[in-house]
């Protein structure tokens, strides 16, 4: 569909998802508005069958606020409802601020659309965490559907 420009709506950092400066209260509007979200390069959109509305997204579009151990599969869940089982295909990263070192960890959900995981769930993750070797160098990360997610190399760990 054509671009039609941008429309007055923002998806803050906590998931709190805005129109025109005013928080969007219905959580199944909010649902909907997620199935309809597109990424396209660094840029998110709102794509209908007949067009297609720019968007702000402060961080990550999702935010994971749980997920389950499931076997060996650690199984997230969203705030807008979607579910994802990190592995190959949903992985799991993490990056740090350069300045403070602070952890953002994310998962990807669906398409190239992620969620940062959430404090109490990224808590939780570490304490089920193990070292291993990946790319020659021992990491203390997370295992999921065989497959492992460095978080930081396991020198660095206090």
Request: charged share 30%; aromatic share 10%; net charge negative.
């Amino acid at each position: 569909p054509p671009f039609c420009g941008d429309l007055d709506m923002r998806i803050a950092r906590d998931g709190t998802w805005f129109y025109l400066g005013t928080p969007i209260g219905r959580p199944e509007l909010v649902r909907l508005f997620s199935t309809i979200l597109r990424k396209d390069g660094d840029d998110y959109f709102l794509v209908t069958p007949v067009e297609k509305v720019g968007i702000t997204v402060d961080d990550a579009p999702f935010v994971a606020v749980d997920f389950e151990r499931e076997g060996d599969a650690l199984r997230f869940q969203t705030n807008v409802g979607d579910d994802a089982v990190a592995g190959p295909e949903h992985p799991v990263r993490v990056t740090r601020d350069p300045e403070t070192g602070e952890p953002s960890p994310y998962v990807l959900i669906r398409r190239n659309l992620e969620a940062l995981i959430d404090r109490k769930s990224f808590y939780r993750l570490v304490e089920i965490g193990e070292t291993a070797s990946h790319d020659g160098q021992e990491w203390f990360g997370l295992r999921s559907q065989g497959a492992f997610f460095p978080i930081i190399p396991a020198a660095d760990l206090p």
